[in-house]
C-alpha cells in the first residue's frame, strides 16, 4: 500500500461570483487537481512574477441576467493560492532530487516510494531528504505509488533555476584633445539583465528598473510555461 501524505501546499482564498470570500488549505494533490482541472477548462492559470510562488486562478462567465432580457454580464472567481512553505527555501540538492524525479515522469518506469526512500532509475532519494520534500508539497504520491513532482515543486524549482540578477557596466571612454592629451570622460552606466539559468538580455538598459522588469519577464515567462 502507498504511504498517503497530507502535506499542506497552498492556502486557497476564494473571492466568488457574488463577491463572497472564502479561505480554505490544500494539500499538494488536492491543489495538483484544482490546477489542472483549471488548465483543462482554460481557467487563466497566472503566477506571481515575483518569487513568492503565489498563483492566480480566474473563471469568468459570460452570460444573460435574465431569462428572457438582452442584458448580458460577466461574472469572475478567483482563487488565490498561497504556499504554505516559500519556494525560495528549496535548495540546490532537493532542486536535483525534484529534477531526478521528473525525469522518470515520462519513462515507462516512473519515481515509486519504497520504505520511506524515492527510487528514480538508478538512483534514490532517502527517506528523510525525501520526507521534508513530500512535507513542503513538492513532491505527491499517486493512489498506485507513482511519486510525482507537484505544480508547487515544479514552481520552486523554476524559481531556483531562474534566480534573476541586474549588472551594469561603465562607458566611459577614452578621448583626445585637441591639445593632444587623451583624458577618460565619465558615461552613462547601463544595466544588464542576466539570470542564473545563464541567459543574458542583450539589450542595454539606461534605467536600473527596466533592466530589473527584463529580468522579471524572463522568469515570468518559465514560469507560465508550467502551466501551458
Request: proline fraction near 4%; hydrophobic fraction near 40%; include cysteine.
Amino acid at each position: 500500500m502507498p504511504t498517503t501524505t497530507a502535506a499542506l501546499a497552498y492556502q486557497a482564498r476564494t473571492t466568488d461570483y457574488d463577491g463572497a470570500v472564502s479561505e480554505r488549505p490544500l494539500t499538494a494533490a488536492q491543489a495538483d487537481d484544482l490546477i489542472a482541472w483549471a488548465i483543462v477548462e482554460k481557467d487563466k492559470v497566472v503566477p506571481d512574477t515575483d518569487r513568492s510562488g503565489r498563483l492566480s486562478i480566474t473563471r469568468t462567465i459570460t452570460g444573460w441576467t435574465t431569462a428572457t432580457g438582452t442584458d448580458r454580464r460577466t461574472l469572475r472567481r478567483v482563487v488565490r493560492l498561497e504556499p504554505t512553505v516559500r519556494p525560495r527555501r528549496l535548495t540546490e540538492r532537493q532542486y536535483q532530487d525534484l529534477d531526478l524525479v521528473a525525469g522518470q515522469e515520462d519513462s515507462s518506469s516512473p519515481a515509486r516510494r519504497d520504505r520511506g526512500r524515492v527510487h528514480a532509475g538508478f538512483c534514490a532519494i532517502p527517506a528523510a531528504a525525501a520526507a521534508r520534500l513530500f512535507a513542503a508539497g513538492w513532491l505527491i504520491e499517486d493512489p498506485d505509488g507513482t511519486v510525482l513532482v507537484s505544480f508547487a515543486g515544479r514552481v520552486a524549482m523554476v524559481l531556483h533555476q531562474h534566480r534573476t540578477e541586474t549588472g551594469h557596466m561603465g562607458t566611459h571612454k577614452e578621448i583626445v584633445r585637441a591639445d593632444g592629451v587623451r583624458v577618460w570622460i565619465s558615461g552613462i552606466p547601463l544595466y544588464l539583465a542576466r539570470c542564473s539559468c545563464g541567459h543574458r538580455d542583450e539589450h542595454r538598459y539606461e534605467a536600473q528598473a527596466a533592466a530589473q522588469a527584463a529580468s522579471r519577464a524572463h522568469r515570468a515567462a518559465h514560469l507560465r510555461a508550467v502551466f501551458a
